[in-house]
């Protein structure tokens, strides 16, 4: 037994069925793209800097696992890049979402095991010099640091998690779904 999944909406399912037409010709077509379009960005947006310095990340991908860091720190900044620009474009979405996908799982669970530590920010020194010539910071820069900054870097954890997570469940859609009408693949009428 198969099943499809069918996007169309139907008139009688809604409230105002005269709506079904543009939910089916516009709105659902311009959200598909616009969440991938975004997504693509952001995934070039943050491989670039990689691409450009191919082997800044040989000790972090060593450091998780990913052994010789010096074949995979490239490929990671090929995979982000190809993968954004893919998935801006609609072109071989599928497989390029679920590498990046992958990749995304990956960096949720490094922010799950490796999580950002208040001595990465302060030392006990250097909070004692914060609090000992407040002339030098600003009132907002003070309630970060006078802790050592860990209430701020609690938040970037989270905001790191959230951010890896809600990435790796867009690329798992368009792994899934492929990249939707206003798409090269769909040009192509061809898709992996």
Sequence with gaps: MSARLDFTTREERLWIGPFAGLYNTFAQPLGWLLLRVTL????????WPKLMAPMAQ??????????????????????QVAGGIGLILGLLTRPLALANAVMLFVTV????????????LLTSAGIEAV????EYITPNGAKRLFDGGAVTLELLQHKAIQ????????????AAFGGGVFSVDRLLKKEF
């Excluded at 951010?163 to 368009?174: I, T, Y």
Aim: charge should be negative; aromatic fraction near 24%.
């Design 40 to 47: 693509g960005g952001w995934l070039l947006f943050e491989g």
């Design 163 to 174: 951010l890896s997570s809600l990435w790796a469940a867009g690329c798992l859609f368009f």
């Design 58 to 79: 040989v000790s972090f991908v060593e450091m998780i696992g990913f052994h010789p860091g010096w074949l995979f720190s490239p490929l990671l900044a090929v995979m």
């Design 109 to 120: 669970w490094f922010h799950f095991h490796f999580p950002y530590d208040a001595a990465l």
């Design 131 to 134: 609090k000992a010539h407040p």
